[in-house]
């Protein structure tokens, strides 16, 4: 009697599935074919697994991925968690044929809720910053920033009533406040709004164009929800100012600004968390995994998809207890002192004011100019 062997059950079952999934077109493929894609699946290591991941999934292990953007439709693809906006990208996104409908929606209010032209112009700009946070939050699941004008930067009461404008806004439309986060300069004046607008108002705060570890103390003493220190625009100076033009990654003093401030928040229990934001490359972004949040502009989030490298968990909360850091306070007097002696942190605020004021302006310019064809029927 010829013996013969026995088939499982289900081995026709995986001879189909296998075959299908090698390519064969009538789903027939060699015995040998079968045997080596089912044997090489089983022995993939952890090791290759990881491997086999984008640095950006990886990243994500670590840290809340953040698309720091205003094309909406560029959010699609990299599925963040939250999205920031200012007026440059703003700007920027309002100019794309895609999304004129919106400008023009926000045109029609401004007209629509009357008042000076200058008014109207103001009116119509917050209304296009909440329109696009609005569709920004039909795409990512927790909140978006929306940034208050910088050039209110010096004055917190006018902080503080933009502010509670935009939420308003917002609520008109049926989003809670809980899923907006209000950017303000992290001037000492705005640091100050920011406080108000948690404890009186319960909105949170995103304080943004912070370059120097005394901004980032003040706010962690104003109890504000997130700050976002910059980390390229930190490498920007060193390179312009002095004779150093390459940096490695851990040696980014953008990068090392950030892990500093992270430290020191971890290591004295701060409820403030630090999101990472202005990279100019995937080194500085992957030197920060571990960070509480990254926001990454969509070139950057590409790049990171497509890199296969290894990503290690640079910052945890566990490392920053061991730092050897020591806990300050400061008054108005010691911040404003503290921060003027960081020749490049008063620079590049100063300068990324100006920059917000700039394209704000060029904003303002582009809707006054739209606002005044539609009254006249252009």
Known sequence: MTSRAVTPPHAGALSRSLSLSLGAADGRVSRAAIKARFFGIMSVSPDKRRKMESALEQIKKYTVVVADTGDFNAIEEYKPQDATTNPSLILAAAKMPTYQPLVEQAIKYGIANGGSEEEQVTNAMDKLFVIFGLEILKKVPGRVSTEVDARLSFDKE????????????????????????????????????????????????????????????????????????????????????????????????????????????????????????????????????????????????????????????????????????????????????????????????????????????????????RMFNVKNGQ
Not at 161 to 168: D, G, H, M, N
Not at 222 to 242: C, M, Q
Not at 345 to 358: N, Y
Request: glycine fraction near 6%.
């Open 158 to 369: 006018a902080m503080v009533s933009r502010a509670r404008r935009l939420i308003s806004l917002y609520e008109e439309a049926g989003v809670s406040k809980e899923r907006i986060l209000i950017k303000l300069s992290s001037t000492w004046e705005g640091i100050q709004a920011g406080q108000e607008l948690e404890e009186k108002d319960g909105i949170h705060c995103n304080m943004t164009l912070l370059f120097s570890f005394a901004q980032a103390v003040a706010c962690a003493e104003a109890h504000v929800t997130l700050i976002s220190p910059f980390v390229g625009r930190i490498l920007d100076w060193y390179k312009e100012n002095t004779d150093r033009k390459n940096y490695e990654p851990q040696e980014d003093p953008g990068v090392q600004s950030v892990t500093k401030i992270y430290n020191y928040y971890k290591k004295f229990n701060y409820k403030t968390v630090v999101m990472g934001a202005s990279f100019r490359n995937t080194g500085e972004v992957k030197a920060l995994a571990g960070c509480d949040l990254l926001t990454i502009s969509p070139g950057l989030l590409g790049e990171l998809s497509q890199d296969h490298s290894a990503v290690t968990c640079s910052l945890t909360p566990q490392g920053a207890k061991e730092c050897d850091l020591e806990q300050v306070h400061l008054d108005e007097k010691s911040f404003r002192w503290l921060h003027n002696e960081d020749r490049m942190a008063v620079e590049k605020l100063s300068d990324g004011i100006r920059k917000f004021a700039a394209d704000a302006i060029k904003l303002e310019a582009m809707i006054k100019e």
